[in-house]
């Protein structure tokens, strides 16, 4: 009646296991360090840059505890704080002698501390918010006229080729505002060019004015399209943050928006403000230009270019003229990603590209047979030529750019396509630095309260329930075990609202215990056996125990769902609570009295407190304690 079978026993005693190693690098802590990683592509984080920065630390006499070469970059580690913050300086000005033309992210960070190979095996500590662990809070205000005034740039780009395509001729085309006028010298070719930018003007209101010696179409953006252009600007504008913020090696940041026209960027563990600022501001584009074929290849970067040419420089480090005016540039690309050469087995980067793209870089190719293009990326007004091919036949919606030297390469290349341009500038309106002390007086306090609530819970449990009650109190431990286990399997970002949710787990879970003792007392006062009153008080206890927790269940998920930022922390730490709560009070509590009370032919009294116990055999009345 009161023994699991063995299946059930190893499974309970596993996941224990389990639960004990994933929560135990949360014990380890984490160390002030600084992260190297590469800026820009074809810039290595290898072992020799590992070698050039123990040499430069032993050279200033800075005492480093460990320096690793991991995934995400180099990690160096420090004792304190204030080594870290030294170190940083002597670093950034070692590797980035000339500031403006950085090769390397040097950065603040706080790295775990846990040995490799738990790391190796995806134990790795909890990630702790903005709150806990310190960082930088942005509010950036995205400049929407910039963006509404980019896109009319684009609409006027494209109607002038489709007419130019039409033959059709005008005598002025021009942007007044959100309006575009259109001006034609006679009434007929007003009317054929109705036909043909009819497609291209959906977003605008279209009228025909003027007399009869000055005829205009004049398209006015409609209110809808306005709004639309504005929320894709700040939708593409979130994506490449997301993608940039990767550098910094920040943990679970936080990239929302806030209201029509702002971006909330939190980045917990960041220190270096700076930085962070000038990475976010990043405005690295891709643009697509032909290869000046009319003059010889130029032999030094000191060649002067010819007219409407510009000089860059080939990955190689061979220059080349291309072509100032731009075939295509990254705006057209919906997707990107690494792959490689099916001829060759290189890596490579597949694109693909929208309607717009895809038809003039088909015509563009058509015209240019035999001939090189160049793709280009540009950042903080470096140039570099990643790719310069000879144009073999006629290009589509899809093309292949090779020649990158690494799968890593690739990657990083098709990321940053991803990411693509800022759609819009924006301006830091507000920056706020939480320190690592405040964090770490948060963390100190949070769990100052919830272990004051979990002794006094304890004790209370213990006085009143005797053995039960320490089997009650065994469960809550080992559901906070598997809590902090499950929080750290998941890499959930753990705030202040989330330690909330922690003792809030607590008091539930210490409920439903609550709840089978009193079911045990209650069948021990009905009068039956201690043996039937455990079988009976589990059993009945459970109905109650799991609609409790499933009504409190769908309030979490509806604050998942509909929450955002540490409220959806907070519902992820209640639902997980739950999910624990059930197993450590149900399995796990049962089985601990299964142990106890199992294996005893014939059990006299039960240790759960004061008890009227009304034997059903001899119907005497007898006081447990």
Not at 271 to 295: C, M
Request: glycine share 8%.
């Amino acid at each position: 009646m009161n023994k699991f079978p063995l299946w059930k026993n190893l499974l309970i005693v596993a996941v224990l296991l389990v639960g004990f190693f994933y929560t135990l690098p949360n014990f380890y802590g984490q160390s002030p360090a600084v992260q190297i990683s590469g800026q820009g592509l074809g810039v290595r984080v290898d072992s020799q840059l590992m070698a050039q920065v123990e040499g430069v630390l032993q050279s200033n006499h800075i005492q480093a505890t460990q320096i690793s070469l991991e995934s995400d970059g180099l990690k160096v580690r420090f004792p304190d704080a204030d080594t870290q913050l030294k170190a940083k300086d002597i670093l950034d000005r070692a590797l980035n002698p000339d500031p403006r033309n950085a090769n390397y992210v040097v950065a603040l960070n706080l790295v775990a501390n846990a040995p490799k190979w738990m790391r190796d095996l995806g134990a790795l500590p909890m990630y702790l918010g903005l709150d806990l662990s310190g960082g930088v809070h942005f509010l950036l205000q995205v400049d929407m006229k910039v963006a509404v005034d980019k896109r009319l740039d684009s609409i006027l780009s494209e109607i002038r080729t489709e007419l130019r395509d039409q033959r059709i001729y005008y005598d002025a085309i021009k942007r007044e505002g959100v309006r575009l006028v259109l001006v034609f010298h006679d009434a007929q070719s007003r009317q054929q060019a109705h036909k043909a930018i009819d497609n291209l003007l959906q977003d605008f209101a279209v009228s025909d004015q003027g007399s009869a010696g000055d005829n205009e179409i004049v398209a006015v953006l409609k209110q809808d399209s306005f709004t639309r252009i504005q929320e894709q600007a700040i939708k593409q504008n979130i994506l490449a943050l997301k993608n940039r913020v990767n550098e910094l090696g920040a943990k679970e940041p936080i990239i929302q928006q806030q209201g029509l026209d702002r971006i909330i960027v939190e980045l917990p563990g960041v220190q270096d403000t700076a930085k962070a600022k000038e990475i976010i501001g990043r405005t690295a584009s891709l643009e697509i230009r032909l290869v000046d074929e009319d003059h010889a290849n130029p032999t030094s970067l000191q060649d002067i270019p010819p007219y409407g040419d510009e000089l860059v420089v080939e990955r190689n480090g061979y220059p080349v003229f291309v072509k100032k005016s731009v075939v295509l540039t990254g705006d057209v690309i919906t997707d990107a990603g690494a792959g490689f050469d099916s001829q060759t087995n290189r890596p490579s980067v597949n694109i693909s590209m929208d309607s717009k793209g895809a038809r003039i870089i088909r015509q563009v190719s058509r015209d240019n047979l035999k001939k090189r293009m160049a793709i280009l990326l540009i950042e903080k007004n470096k140039t570099e030529a990643i790719s310069v091919a000879t144009i073999q036949d006629e290009l589509g919606a899809r093309f292949q750019i090779t020649g990158l030297t690494s799968p890593k390469e690739a990657n990083d290349l098709a990321l940053l396509l991803r990411s693509g341009a800022l759609a819009a500038p924006m301006d830091f309106i507000e920056e706020r630095t939480v320190g690592p002390s405040l964090g770490a007086e948060n963390i100190a306090r949070g769990f100052h309260s919830t272990w004051i609530g979990f002794t006094a819970i304890s004790l209370f449990m213990v006085a009143y329930y005797l053995l039960f009650g320490f089997i009650s109190v065994f469960a809550l431990a080992c559901n906070v075990l598997l809590l902090i286990a499950m929080l750290s399997l998941l890499q959930a970002t753990l705030t202040l609202p989330g330690m909330a949710g922690i003792a809030l787990t607590v008091g539930m879970a210490i409920d439903a215990n609550v709840l089978i003792n009193e079911r045990i007392r209650e069948e021990i006062r009905n009068g039956n056996s201690p043996g039937a009153a455990i079988a009976a008080g589990y059993e009945r206890a459970f109905a109650t125990i799991l609609d409790s927790n499933v009504t409190t269940g769908i309030a979490g998920i509806a604050l998942f769902a509909f929450g955002s930022g540490p409220v959806k922390g907070f519902a992820v730490v209640l639902v997980l609570g739950i999910i624990t709560s059930m197993f450590s009070s149900v399995l796990v509590s049962r089985a601990f009295v299964n142990l106890i009370y199992g294996s005893r032919r014939k059990i006299s009294q039960l240790s759960i407190g004061n008890v009227k116990w009304h034997s059903s055999k001899d119907n005497n009345t007898t006081s447990k304690g």
